[in-house]
């Protein structure tokens, strides 16, 4: 039997008016700000702290993925879903697509089977326009730093050198790293090194997805560093007086989007900042605007726990006083057989022997979570190719260890499949008590708080810095931003900085070879090994199989 494909199932379903999915959450019809019939911005006016106070809020994160993820999303979906079915009014609220991905390998973020949200093709497309919102407030502060570059009155006398802005395209466009600007004469501007980063990996998408205002949004895009002048002054966004205007750009952007999963279920989505370079969660925003109109709110982070969980809890969840009751890891059959040895091409093969190897990898991650507090429930994402000894063994060695854990059907099952999984949920939200802290405090060094990291979140014994990287946290430290977060870049492939070694590495040597800065969204990047802002596209790109018919029905996402 041919299963079907995501979008197939998600065109199929009769979506609802998007007004109806506002009477779930109580917004008046005549506050919604509609875009066409089925995807709508909220008001930031509905945000309430006291009603966030008793709201509970669970996040997904996941062991470390093969190349494909392993379905937090779908999970998410699938979770929110069945909390509804058993009489929780929940919302699931998600990160935005980017368009390298979907036109790469890794293809749309809307989830998968029967836990999906839609319209899919309209979310993973254009939606409501944010990313290009985004993209244009960035490109403003590109054309004002290059403009007065070139102007002979109101120079700051910014040295090009130094300048560490780039433009942004919300694309998979390697060629663009790179380049070379301003050259054809005098009147074409000053000619210096820049380049592009994906829009995603901007920082206006970070600040924006840390904003808890407007008000706040603006005084952060002013704190952009975009260089030094030849006299060694730094220079901000503000000095360019870039802030106001940027903002204005953004003006609707900061809205969070409301839609709906194929249940019908309330689904908000908003920002998408990559969690290898990044944030890699929704704004604070959207999740304090799901939390102040439902009782319970699902959200996930991007990759792994110790990247994507790592930032939710150590920047997102301090700088939005957000308070999580309930952590949930998804782990996959074939994930862990990839961790234990097997190639990814046999994983579709029982093998009890590389299944077991992998448990190492997930039983880092729990101990991860346990960091912070949280006593983890394992969400075991069923593929069809996943045999009845391989999941009872890994449920087994989950309940071995004190661990809960649930079977995950809702790809093939939507809510229904993920039942056993939102009723432990509920359990563990009732029996929570919060044990939360950071894992390291702001004003510790910058050195501290990357090796607190690494050690317990990696598993590395040591931390090594270029000489150029030493140089940049001693250059911010000078800035008088010490205090600032950190947000390390890395491959999301393993628990290492090299994507090469799988499963629980151990022994390694963490290497940082720069530092970027990103004082608006309020943290610094420490880059480890060859992660980068832009992507490429694969050999073989999702692009080539999405197309268009006659009567504008789009095939080929997924």
């Not at 058993?86 to 979907?102: A, D, H, M, N, Q």
């Not at 009155?153 to 300048?163: A, F, K």
């Not at 949920?425 to 894992?439: K, M, R, S």
């Not at 530092?515 to 596209?537: C, K, N, Y």
């Amino acid at each position: 039997m041919n299963m079907k494909r995501d979008i197939e199932i998600a065109q199929e379903v009769n979506i609802k008016p998007i007004t109806e999915i506002g009477d779930i959450l109580g917004i008046p019809r005549n506050e919604l700000e509609s875009y066409g019939k089925f995807k709508a911005k909220i008001p930031l006016h509905f945000i309430n702290e006291e009603k966030i106070k008793r709201a509970k809020l669970i996040l997904v994160t996941a062991i470390t993925p093969t190349p494909a993820g392993e379905g937090k999303t779908t999970t998410s979906i699938g979770i929110a879903q069945a909390l509804n079915l058993i009489g929780k009014k929940t919302t699931v609220v998600l990160r935005e697509p980017s368009l390298g991905p979907v036109f790469g390998i890794k293809g749309g973020a809307t989830g998968g089977g029967y836990s999906q949200v839609i319209p899919m093709e309209e979310i993973n497309l254009h939606f409501t326009g944010d990313m290009a919102a985004i993209e244009k407030s960035n490109n403003l502060l590109a054309a004002l730093i290059d403009n007065n570059i070139q102007l002979t009155e109101g120079n700051l006398n910014i040295d090009p050198r130094t300048i560490t802005w780039k433009r942004v395209t919300d694309m998979n466009e390697r060629s663009l790293r790179e380049i070379i600007i301003g050259i054809g004469g005098t009147m074409q501007g000053v000619p210096r090194e820049s380049g592009f980063n994906i829009t995603a990996a901007s920082e206006v998408m970070a600040t924006l997805c840390i904003a808890n205002s407007l008000r706040d949004l603006k005084e952060r895009l002013g704190n952009i560093f975009i260089g030094y002048t030849y006299g060694k002054v730094p220079v901000f966004a503000r000095d360019l007086k870039a802030q106001g205007a940027m903002t204005v750009l953004l003006k609707d952007a900061i809205k969070p989007n409301l839609v709906q999963t194929l249940e019908g279920t309330p689904a908000i989505i908003h920002g998408g900042p990559f969690a290898n370079i990044a944030q890699g969660t929704n704004s604070i925003i959207a999740t304090k605007t799901g939390l102040s109109l439902s009782d319970y709110v699902v959200t996930e982070s991007g990759f792994a726990s110790e990247l994507g969980a790592e930032k939710f809890f150590n920047i997102k969840s301090r700088f939005g006083n957000l308070h999580t009751h309930a952590v949930v890891i998804v782990a996959t059959i074939r994930a862990l057989k990839y961790h234990g040895g097997q190639k990814l091409a046999d994983t579709h093969n029982e093998d009890l022997v590389r299944l077991c190897l992998g448990f190492d990898n997930l039983d880092k991650h729990i101990e991860n979570m346990e960091f912070y507090g949280f006593n983890p429930v394992i969400a075991i994402n069923k593929f069809d190719t996943d045999t009845e000894a391989e999941l009872e063994l890994l449920v087994s060695h989950c309940k071995s260890i004190n661990i809960p854990v649930a079977i995950n059907e809702a790809w093939g099952k939507g809510g229904a499949g993920a039942i056993k999984l939102a009723e432990i949920l509920v359990n563990q939200v009732e029996h929570h008590t919060n044990g939360f802290i950071p894992l390291y405090d702001l004003k510790w060094s910058f050195e501290r708080k990357i090796e607190t990291i690494a050690k317990k979140m990696y598993g590395a014994d040591h931390v090594e810095y270029s000489t150029l990287a030493r140089q940049q946290l001693t250059n911010i430290e000078k800035l008088g931003l010490g205090d600032l977060a950190v947000c390390i870049a890395k491959t999301q492939k393993s628990l290492s900085d090299d994507q090469d070694m799988k499963n629980r590495p151990r022994g390694f040597t963490f290497k940082i070879r720069e530092v970027e800065i990103s004082s608006g969204a309020g943290f610094i990047v420490p880059i480890a090994g060859t992660i980068m802002r832009m992507p490429g596209l694969p050999s073989a790109p999702s692009a080539e199989k999405i197309d268009i018919d006659n009567d504008g029905k789009i095939t080929g996402l997924f």
